[in-house]
T-cell receptor, first 113, second 113 residues
Framework: EPEVTQTPSHQVTQMGQEVILRCVPI?????FYWYRQILGQKVEFLVS????????KSEIFDDQFSVERPDGSNFTLKIRSTKLEDSAMYFC???????????FGPGTRLTVL | DAKTTQPNSMESNEEEPVHLPCNHS???????IHWYRQLPSQGPEYVIH???SNVNNRMASLAIAEDRKSSTLILHRATLRDAAVYYC??????????????FGSGTQLTVLP
């Protein structure tokens, strides 16, 4: 069964460093999303992406964040200058063709020291 | 988005049915009711969705009240693998079916052996 994959599974970085989180959505899906979940808190929407541009973004998704689909398969989230409060699980998702079901990846745990 | 209310936690015995309630008294006529779950240390996973009629799939059943102000996710025979946080989410079709999901706190289901 096709699945969304994410790399790395765990990323440790120093405050102020740039990180790139990578996702490979399911191949024939067209809508992509990033969510994050701070430990013990709710899953929060960050950004949605369609047709090579951002569809919607939340207040969390400020100028430090950017997304890109550099080729036909990868979907990346870049945090330009990480802060301690960026420590969280980051989940990528893609939307099934019938638009009923979002498929989530296993997540990347980002730890900012 | 219309709000949902779920109990913080529930317990069930293994191999017994589980009924997870969700109240959504401000639901609008075009809101679909979606359920997702999040197993420990994993990304959310789609379970089921419906509009007015009860729905069944291989994972669960969804019972929707006649006035649509509440719904119940039914796991017919809970297993230890069903221990997860279950989220009831309303998705307004009028805003576009590709819209992001808004997660609440969900119900933490504990399955006792």
């Amino acid at each position: 069964e096709p699945e969304v994959t994410q790399t790395p599974s765990h990323q440790v970085t120093q405050m102020g460093q740039e990180v790139i989180l990578r996702c490979v959505p399911i191949s024939n899906h067209l809508y992509f999303y990033w969510y994050r979940q701070i430990l013990g808190q709710k899953v929060e929407f960050l950004v949605s992406f369609y047709n090579n541009e951002i569809s919607e973004k939340s207040e969390i998704f400020d100028d430090q964040f950017s997304v890109e689909r550099p080729d036909g398969s990868n979907f990346t989230l870049k945090i330009r200058s990480t802060k301690l409060e960026d420590s969280a699980m980051y989940f990528c998702a893609s939307l099934g063709l019938r638009h009923n079901e979002q498929f989530f990846g296993p997540g990347t745990r980002l730890t900012v020291l | 988005d219309a709000k949902t209310t779920q109990p913080n936690s529930m317990e069930s015995n293994e191999e017994e049915p589980v009924h997870l309630p969700c109240n959504h008294s401000t639901i609008s006529g075009t809101d679909y009711i979606h359920w997702y779950r999040q197993l420990p240390s994993q990304g959310p996973e789609y379970v089921i969705h419906g509009l007015t009629s009860n729905v069944n799939n291989r994972m669960a059943s969804l019972a929707i009240a006649e006035d649509r102000k509440s719904s119940t996710l039914i796991l017919h025979r809970a297993t230890l693998r069903d221990a997860a946080v279950y989220y009831c989410i309303l998705r307004p079709i009028s805003s576009g079916s590709a819209r992001q999901l808004t997660f609440g706190s969900g119900t933490q289901l504990t399955v006792l052996p």
